[in-house]
């Protein structure tokens, strides 16, 4: 798993990076090609032994890319009282973990480009198990692009039908998105699974999706970058990102788990947008 | 305390309105001078049955203030049955409680202008009790501005020692609000108590830290918003503003408390940022 999510990490960086290179919009006059950046960081422990770390590689303000941030971890340790509480195989045991993951996050400049996420994980506490969730967070929603993004994560599931199921993977994702306190669902939807019992099986589809990554977003990418937009479509984005700012800090599992473990608060909060407005 | 927050949401408003006209600032002459506009909201209960509501003030986009909200609220009915083992007196009775309260955030649009936060709220449950906060959030922190503003709430404090007590109520600010995933508080402080018992003299204190909003925050406005300012500055201050977007989603009791309780979530997030930024 760790050195799978590296060798991806790498693979991804540069698919993004040459999206860079070959933008042709009016503001590649103006601007260099965005490039990553990598940063390592450790983990806090309260007994201050190493509890593992991770490392972000980040781009920002590039001409496609506004922030985009892809971030690896592979951490281990004990899980708080309380939070153990909310982990499955941790409430009645030591509280003993380890996990590994992929996460990424991608704010493109463009409002007409989707901004993207996506995450695949291991997790092994006295169970061990594999999870993952990619879904299409498009500021201005279009249906071919709708299209293309479930079509392809439903062949994904479908060649998978040991471990996946598309229409339960996409209700799951559905749910998972939903923002409470304003009645509405985040983006588009995708996939989302939490609980797959680690096995060979888990282990090839959780490296699939990660694998789906070229056939998910470049494309999409690729089909608006080029385009003009407007000031009043910017500011749909502005305040679509907002509302993405929302669902990360009051709902997100993910930024819960990274905030309550003491994971670098600046490889967690990479998600945030890099500028987002409300109303 | 419905009747009292209502008139003081009156002078606050004509307070903030009056700064945007005498604005000398550059920018006076782009801006027409902000307003206030008002919106009702009631509040959604399970049931259908009313459970009461508040009006909300905003102005946006003024000379001084990018964003000025004042709100007033006064709900009643049942808190759910989980979130009521949070609330005091609410644990073991059927969950009925009353509440009203008074609560602004100001962003001013100048770096050099301190952001400003303060709430005046009564709850009752099987108990009574008052609360309230006030606490100034600059960008760029003037320690002659830190100190008229702590000034202002000893005094006040120190006007009624049966049931306040200025290095407590501090104390207890500065606890509040602390940012624990990044170890750093948000703003230089102020004064934050949760748990006076309502009688007279709580009630009268409540209303005089209302009624010193005139001399906390509009004697700051006017010591720096005719001021130049810089990008840079500018820049500073829209990361900060990602800082307090964080807090007050993560921990704030008060946004908690009215997501929880189906208030309105404009109003509830009011307190959001017209436009914050993360590196």
């Excluded at 503001?27 to 007994?47: C, H, I």
Aim: negative net charge; proline residues 6%.
């Amino acid at each position: 798993m760790a050195s799978w999510i590296k060798d991806l990490r790498n693979r991804i960086c540069e698919s993004l990076a040459q999206l860079e290179r070959s933008c042709a919009h009016p503001l590649a006059e103006n601007l260099a090609p965005g490039v990553f950046t990598k940063r390592p960081w450790l983990r806090r422990t309260d007994s201050g032994r190493s509890g593992g770390g991770g490392e972000m590689s980040i781009l920002k303000n590039g001409r496609v890319f506004e922030k985009a941030g892809v971030n690896i971890s592979t951490v281990s340790g004990e899980f708080s009282p309380l939070f153990r509480q909310e982990i499955k195989g941790a409430e009645k045991s030591d509280g003993q973990f380890w996990a590994a993951g992929l996460s990424m996050v991608i704010h493109p400049r463009s409002p007409l480009v989707p901004a993207f996420h996506m995450n695949c994980r291991m997790i092994s506490t006295s169970q061990s198990w594999f999870g993952g969730v990619a879904d299409l967070n498009p500021a201005i929603p279009f249906q071919e692009d709708t299209e293309t993004f479930h079509s392809v994560l439903k062949n994904l599931c479908d060649q998978h039908p040991e471990v996946a199921r598309y229409p339960l993977f996409r209700d799951n994702c559905h749910d998972y998105f939903y923002i409470k306190h304003r009645d509405r669902h985040r983006g588009v939807g995708g996939i989302f699974f939490d609980d797959i019992p680690a096995d060979d099986s888990a282990f090839l589809f959780t490296q699939n999706l990660g694998e789906s990554f070229f056939d998910l977003y470049p494309p999409l990418v690729e089909r608006h970058m080029d385009n003009p937009w407007t000031s009043e479509q910017r500011a749909i984005q502005l305040h679509y990102r907002g509302l993405y700012a929302e669902f990360n800090l009051i709902y997100d599992r993910g930024t819960r788990f990274g905030l309550m473990t003491g994971a670098n608060p600046e490889a967690v909060l990479m998600s945030l947008p890099p500028i987002a407005c409300w109303s």
